[in-house]
C-alpha cells in the first residue's frame, strides 16, 4: 500500500525540483534508509488516516543535509526573482517550507486521483535544525535520491502506520484490589484508546457500573467487602446483557464453574500477556 504514495509523492519531489530550481535531475532513486534515526535539516510531518486499510500513520518529507537545504533555497530564491540565500535562517526556513508543501499537495491531489481514500490533517513545519525523529516498531523509512550532473539531493521519507484500535471508544470497568493491577489495565487499555474506570472491590464496581455502563467488566475474583463473583450476580440483576472477563491469579475448580454458571465470557490468569489479553478482550466485545 505504501507503495503508490511513495511513489506519486517522488515523482512530485522530481518535477517540483526541477520546476522550482531550474535544475535537471539526471536520475531518481528509491530505496530504504536504513540508519537508526532519522535527522532532517527541515522537514513537514503529515498525518494521515488510510479509510480503507484501516491504518493511521504520518509523513515526514525532508531535506537530511542543510548545506544541500540552503543551496536549493537559494536556487529556488534566485528563480523566483528573490535575493540568493547564504544561511540557514528564517528566509530559508520559509522557502524551503514553501517548496516541501507544494510536493505535498500535489502529491495529496494525485493520491486523490488514484482513488487512495485518505484523509490528511495539515503538514506541521519542523524548524531548519537538526531533529532526531525516534524510530518506531511500525515504522519505515525510505530514502528519494535526486542525482544531479555534479550532485545529489536526499530527501527521507518516514511513514508510521498503526491499525485502529479495535477497542477504540469502548467503555470498559477495570476492578481489582490491587493498585498496581488496576494501574497496568487502565495504561494498558487507555493506549488502545478504550475510555476506562476503576474500582478497588465488589461494591465499588456495583455502583461505578451505574453511572458509567461500560461495554466490558474486568473483574477481579478475591477483594475485600465483596468478592467478584457475587459483584457479577448483583450487576447481572441489574443488566442481564452485562458483559464479564475475570481477572485472578489463580483458576480453582469452584471458582471456574460458577463463573461458568454466570455465563462469563473469558477467564484470565495472572501475569497477563497483552497480545491474548487484547486478544480476548476485543472476542468478548464482539459477542452478541
Known sequence: ???????????????????????????????????????????????????????????????????????????????????????????????????????????????????????????????????????????????IILQLEIDHIAFRVMTSLTKQSKIKDKRILVVDDSHMIRGMLRNFLTENEAIVETAPDGLAAIEKFKTFHPDLIMMDINMPKLDGLEAIVQIQAIDPKARFVIISSSSRDDEVITAKMLKVHSYIIKPFKWPDLLQIITKTLDKP
Not at 45 to 53: L, N, R
Not at 62 to 81: K, P
Request: hydrophobic letters at 45%; glycine letters at 4%.
Open 1 to 143: 500500500m505504501l507503495t503508490k504514495y511513495l511513489n506519486i509523492l517522488a515523482d512530485h519531489c522530481k518535477t517540483n525540483f526541477e520546476e522550482m530550481t531550474k535544475t535537471k535531475v539526471m536520475r531518481m532513486i528509491i530505496k530504504k534508509d536504513e540508519r537508526p534515526n532519522e535527522i532532517y535539516a527541515i522537514a513537514k510531518v503529515v498525518s494521515f488516516e488510510d479509510i480503507d486499510q484501516k491504518l493511521q500513520g504520518r509523513f515526514i518529507l525532508g531535506f537530511t543535509d542543510e548545506h544541500m537545504a540552503v543551496l536549493v533555497a537559494s536556487a529556488i530564491a534566485t528563480n523566483s526573482g528573490l535575493p540568493p540565500v547564504t544561511e540557514a535562517g528564517e528566509i530559508a526556513s520559509d522557502i524551503l517550507g514553501e517548496f516541501i508543501n507544494i510536493i505535498i499537495g500535489n502529491a495529496i491531489t494525485d493520491w486523490d486521483k488514484v482513488g487512495l481514500k485518505v484523509k490528511f490533517q495539515p503538514p506541521i513545519s519542523l524548524e531548519l535544525s537538526s531533529v532526531k525523529e525516534k524510530r518506531l516498531a511500525d515504522t519505515e523509512a525510505q530514502m
